[in-house]
């Protein structure tokens, strides 16, 4: 069988993390790519990662480069180049910088890599995969970003420390924009099959909410060189497998919405069923009408921010 080609833009924490997971379950040959300016960085960590294979017992081919020559055919391209926040620092603080790197990454990529599906992490989430979407000019289905996952990973965390239960057994729904308007959805949030309004009062719920809406800046205060990584990589691989192997996952990600939720054409968390093409298919959930008003902030949060985007191009 062939091994699917797998290029992560971006070497630095959350790249060459994603690459230590997906080199870990055995998804594909991985390429690393960083800027000419970090010199042999991105060989270092890519040899270094092949030299963990045998302990590990993973047979998969990593290279690191500054080329996009080496990329070129990639079945799914990764994009986390851009710079991190620091304390004191908001995600859209990023959105100037990152937005011409999204745009210098995605002009390489749409000559190398024309059939790939491109998963966006670096942020601004919602407005750098629009971003990616205006550059490459790519089928929408084919772009998507890594968000969801992540927060649903944490609330689901968080939701397990609170009740002193497996993480396996807590299943819940986050939709919206990577941001403090993303919007949980108790009816999709259960744990061993129980609702989860049933195991927690809802003052308590509100505040495990809270919590997961400002997880990424928590983790911001606490490393104070940049920001959350492991967890990010985690949930960016598992979005990697679901296409790598045609999984059909069912899980959120910041997908291009137009009739969906009556959006409009913008990015913004969706629970969507994820496979080899890419966003196979956007689940429209019927929301009460207070997860509409909350969604709606969420969505006009994105609009606001691509517009800002806009303006400075
Ligand atoms: N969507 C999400 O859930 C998350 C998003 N992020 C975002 O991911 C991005 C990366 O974060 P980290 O890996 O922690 O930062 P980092 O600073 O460790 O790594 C970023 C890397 O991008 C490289 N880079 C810059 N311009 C590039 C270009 N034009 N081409 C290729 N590489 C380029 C840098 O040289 C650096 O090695 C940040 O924007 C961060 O905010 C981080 C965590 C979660
Ligand atoms: O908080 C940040 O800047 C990085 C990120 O998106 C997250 O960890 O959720």
Redesign the pocket.
């Known amino acids: 069988m062939r091994r699917a080609k797998i290029s992560i833009?971006?070497?630095?924490?959350?790249?060459?993390?994603t690459a230590h997971w997906c080199a870990a379950a055995e998804l594909g040959d991985i390429v690393l790519?960083?800027?000419p300016?970090?010199e042999d960085?991105p060989k270092g960590k890519a040899l270094d990662l092949m030299q963990s294979s045998p302990v590990m017992g993973f047979d998969s081919n990593i290279v690191g480069t500054t080329s996009y020559d080496d990329t070129s055919g990639s079945d799914v391209v990764v994009i986390?180049?851009?710079?991190?926040?620091k304390p004191g620092m908001s995600?859209d603080d990023?959105l100037s910088t990152?937005a011409k790197?999204m745009a210098?990454?995605c002009e390489q990529i749409k000559k190398t890599s024309q059939h790939a599906v491109v998963i966006?992490?670096?942020?601004?989430?919602d407005a750098?995969v629009q971003k990616a979407l205006q550059v490459t000019g790519f089928e929408p289905s084919r772009v998507l970003?890594?968000?969801g996952v992540?927060?649903t990973a944490r609330y689901r965390t968080f939701l397990a420390m609170e009740l002193g239960v497996s993480v396996e057994d807590v299943s819940a729904l986050l939709m919206g924009g990577?941001g403090d308007t993303m919007v949980p959805i108790p009816s999709c949030t259960s744990v061993g099959g129980i609702p989860v309004q049933q195991l927690i009062e809802p003052a308590r719920l509100a505040e495990i909410v809270d919590r997961t809406r400002k997880g990424?800046a928590e983790i911001v205060s606490l490393l104070k060189t940049?920001?959350?990584?492991y967890?990010?990589a985690a949930?960016?691989a598992q979005m990697v497998e679901a296409v790598v192997r045609d999984k059909k996952r069912l899980i959120p990600c910041a997908a291009y919405c137009d009739k969906e939720y009556g959006v409009g054409g913008y990015y913004v968390g969706v629970p969507v069923v994820l496979g080899s093409s890419g966003v196979e298919k956007i689940i429209e959930l019927t929301l009460t009408n207070e997860e509409k008003t909350a969604f709606q902030k969420s969505v006009d949060a994105v609009k606001e921010l691509v517009a800002t985007m806009a303006k400075l191009s």
Not at 9 to 17: E, L, M, R, Y
Not at 80 to 85: D, E, H, L, Q, V
Not at 226 to 229: E, H, K, L, T, V
């Open positions: 833009i971006g070497a630095g924490n959350v790249g060459a993390t790519v960083d800027i300016q970090t960085m986390t180049a851009g710079i991190p926040r995600r990023l990152n790197i210098s990454v966006v992490v670096s942020n601004p989430l750098m970003g890594q968000a992540l927060d990577h990424g940049g920001s959350a990584y967890a990010p949930a960016t």
